[in-house]
């Protein structure tokens, strides 16, 4: 399994490379909302005070020791990955904020080069449709690299996208950066649906 795609590396699917300008966005997926994110820590913080009640009301019980163990370790796992999930998510948007103003900041200079993909990993939905997939791109002056397409893009409109859809392997792509393409700054890179009649 490879390494996941960086943040700021994202796939646009296009009908053509007519367009010479460079996207306008960089269209990340929808995350958790600020407002949204508090009222779960609020539940995260409900359920840790109420587990802590819980647990000394079994400790303090006739309950046999192991007993107390497992049903310690099981709600404090479950607490403590809810936290982490949150703080990730909390992690991940400051991120993503900072790709869109750096992309809106340096679009103008932007400058497209053209790669072909060389790999591709694909994500399903319980209903067989493309959840996600990411592209693995070699481009002639640099290291290949590797961009996500995100179903939950607004932009996308919670796309149902099948997977004939997905850009096959040997297919052109135009790679959107402002300089060489590197893990940390804003990629985007345009992929003609291959189901498109030209």
Same mark, same amino acid.
């Given at each position: ?9 994202? /796939? #646009? ?7 010479? @300008? ?10 958790? &909302? *600020? =407002?949204?994110?508090? %009222?779960? !820590? ?12 819980? $647990?000394?009301? $079994? ?26 999930? $949150? =703080? ?6 400051? &991120?993503?904020? #900072?790709? %869109?103003?750096? !992309? ?7 400058? *497209? ?8 990993? %694909?994500?399903?939905?319980? #209903?067989?449709? %493309?959840? @996600? ?6 481009? @002639?002056?640099? @290291?290949?690299?590797?961009? &996500? !397409? ?10 149902? $996208? ?9 297919? =052109? /792509?135009?790679? !959107? ?8 700054? *804003? ?12």
């Amino acid at each position: 399994m490879q390494e996941e795609a960086p943040v700021g590396h994202v /796939v #646009h699917l296009v009908r053509s490379f007519d367009d010479d @300008a460079a996207p306008s966005a960089i269209g990340f997926g929808t995350r958790v &909302r *600020p =407002r949204t994110r508090i %009222v779960l !820590w609020l539940l995260v913080g409900a359920a840790a005070i109420g587990t802590v009640a819980a $647990l000394t009301a $079994l400790w303090t019980s006739d309950a046999p020791w192991w007993f107390s163990v497992i049903f310690t370790v099981m709600p404090t796992f479950f607490i403590f990955g809810c936290g982490v999930a $949150l =703080r990730e998510s909390a992690r991940l948007s400051r &991120r993503e904020a #900072h790709l %869109v103003q750096e !992309w809106a900041r340096a679009r103008e200079h932007a400058k *497209p080069i053209m790669g072909r993909v060389s790999e591709r990993e %694909v994500s399903l939905t319980e #209903h067989g449709g %493309v959840s @996600a997939f990411t592209l693995t791109v070699a481009e @002639a002056p640099g @290291a290949p690299l590797r961009a &996500r !397409w995100h179903r939950s893009n607004p932009e996308n409109g919670d796309a149902t $996208l099948l997977q004939t859809q997905v850009p096959p392997i040997g297919s =052109r /792509v135009r790679i !959107w950066s402002v300089g060489m393409p590197d893990a940390h700054g *804003p990629v985007i890179v345009e992929a003609i649906d291959p189901s498109v009649v030209p």
